[in-house]
Nanobody, 114 residues
């Protein structure tokens, strides 16, 4: 059984920064890739970034150079540092991990607006 709990969302002005956290439970957390997805109103959920068990990272083109994903296996937490935020980054951000099943967090709202 895996539980994922996101935190760190909020309202920020364009150009600002936020750091999201995803706290996980589960024995095998460190052995699997963890993803961040986001879903804006009226749009499909999209992959933002992922980090493998070995620490390799991949980013969506829309966030490359602005967002950084990292993981702390000892504390079973994955982070998403978001800099230079734009209004189009406004969405609910979800943490995801696929083991035998897909596990999702409840999401955290990020709103970028002046």
């Amino acid at each position: 059984q895996v539980q994922l709990v996101e935190s760190g969302g909020g309202l920020v002005q364009p150009g600002g920064s936020l750091k999201l956290s995803c706290a996980a439970s589960g024995t095998f957390f460190s052995m699997f890739t963890v993803d961040w997805y986001r879903q804006a109103p009226g749009k499909q959920r999209e992959l933002v970034a992922y980090i493998t068990s070995g620490g390799s990272t991949v980013y969506a083109d829309a966030v490359k150079g602005r967002f950084t994903i990292s993981r702390d296996n000892a504390n079973k937490t994955v982070y998403l540092q978001m800099n230079s935020l734009k209004p189009e980054d406004t969405a609910v951000y979800y943490c995801h991990q696929k083991l035998a099943y897909d596990y999702w967090g409840q999401g955290t709202q990020v709103t970028v607006s002046s």
